[in-house]
């Protein structure tokens, strides 16, 4: 893919060029990417962007603690101290996806999304693809900025499911993640999250990650802690995530006019609950990553 | 390896993408031929039943690593369908299965599947 400013897509920098020689000490750090865009708030109406009208109440399967207590899985790191974001039709709650999955009739909730253009949801890998049973095709539906039983930007499909060989045919949690080519254009509205990679060490760097887990059914919560180790493919943090968080944006906030990406600017697609090194862990975005979604959109 | 003339350098960086640092990545979707299936995971299938042994429809399933050190579980919300049949799929290893529903947890039930294996879980709700 070329990455020749003239042909690149709007909003993206080119910093400095990188040869993605990590094990180089004294190799020049490069960084590049593109800055988050805000959209333009709750429409009128979403079938304006190809999105479909969710009447209130729609009922998606999931489930909430009636006691709002701690879920108590390996995930939640320490004590449970997620907050919810209500209401979600501020940026980025907005550019926030809830993914759901329908199986025999049932419509549940599966994973969590962000917005990454018009009409690009990005993801966990293991959201769109089972390496089991193969592609989610069909069964997938895309809700931005759900907020419990209310869905201000409708809900829209998927026209491509999008991985890559890492994952679809390797099975490399490192490789996990993914996206979907949406049948709409509600990022237009949503707003977007900005990306950069960086050869930098991100040790120490702010993470928030924003999505739906599975105990909170349907609703946005949030959590911010920071990146606890990195690896050339992997970012590990502490953030508190359960079940449905898969696909989350792992994101740092960025001051105006930062080099690369400024605004909500993802660093990691969140995939993992706690592993070995007793973190929660997710995809690194690198420079040949920021290149493949770039042309996803 | 060297750097050379500007532009050569802006179209080398997609190939060294893929080349110099030997971790470059394909995108694969399901417009193209889809890659076969593996079996390196292990599957879990089981069933959430009540006190009376009727299935569980809806209850929230959560496996958690026994492994030491513990094996990474992906973050997906998996939940019990009407039939309160429910699947896992996961690195190979020995998990602690629960089920929730309506805050309340039943008895964690072990199990543990190699790779290409299936195995059976039978969680309770009180």
């Known amino acids: 893919m070329s990455t020749a400013s003239a042909g690149a897509p709007k909003g993206v920098e080119l910093g400095t060029s990188d040869t993605g020689a990590f094990s180089t000490a004294a190799a020049v750090t490069g960084l590049r990417g593109v800055s988050s865009y805000e959209g333009t708030g709750v429409p009128a109406d979403v079938t304006a962007y190809g999105a479909q009208r969710v009447p209130a109440g729609h009922k998606v399967q999931g489930y909430e603690s009636p006691t709002g207590d701690d879920f108590g899985t390996q995930s939640i790191i320490g004590a449970d101290n997620r907050v919810r974001v209500d209401p979600t039709t501020s940026f980025p709650a907005r550019a926030t996806v809830l993914i759901t999955r329908t199986v025999n009739g049932v419509e549940r909730q599966h994973c969590t999304g962000w917005m990454f253009g018009a009409s690009l949801v990005l993801t966990a890998g293991h959201c769109v693809y089972n390496q089991t049973t193969g592609w989610y095709t069909g069964q997938l539906r895309f809700y931005p900025g759900a907020n419990g039983t209310s869905f201000p930007y409708g809900s829209c499909t998927a026209a491509t499911l999008r991985s890559n060989t890492g994952w679809t045919t390797d099975g490399s949690a490192d490789a996990d993640y993914g996206g979907a080519t949406l049948n709409c254009s509600i990022g237009n509205t949503t707003g977007w999250y900005g990306a950069y990679w960086t050869t930098a060490s991100l040790n120490g760097t702010s993470t928030t990650v924003q999505g739906y887990p599975g105990d909170k059914a349907q609703q946005q919560w949030t959590h911010s802690d920071q990146v606890r180790e990195s690896s050339s493919l992997r970012l590990y943090y502490d953030n508190d995530t359960v079940g449905g968080n898969s696909g989350s944006s792992v994101h740092t906030v960025r001051a105006s006019g930062s080099s690369g990406c400024s605004g909500r600017c993802s660093l990691a697609f969140h995939a993992y609950g706690v592993g070995s090194n007793g973190h929660n862990s997710g995809p690194r975005i690198t420079e040949s990553r920021f290149n493949l979604v770039i042309g996803w959109r | ?126």
Do not use: N
């Open chain 2, 1 to 126: 390896m060297g750097r050379a003339h500007p532009a050569k350098t802006v179209l080398l960086i997609g190939l060294l993408a893929f080349g110099a640092c030997g971790r470059g990545e394909t995108g694969s979707s399901d417009a193209s031929t889809p890659p076969s299936p593996t079996t390196a995971q292990a599957t879990f299938t089981g069933v959430v039943l009540d006190g009376g042994g009727r299935p569980v429809d809806g209850a929230l399933v959560q496996p958690k690593s026994l492994d030491h050190p513990p094996q990474p579980v992906p973050e997906l919300a998996v939940f019990s369908g009407p039939d309160g049949q429910f699947a896992w799929h996961l690195t190979p290893g020995r998990y602690e299965f629960s089920a929730t529903k309506e805050g309340r947890t039943g008895t964690p039930s072990e199990a543990t599947a190699a790779a290409g294996g299936t195995e059976r879980v039978e969680l309770r709700l009180p």
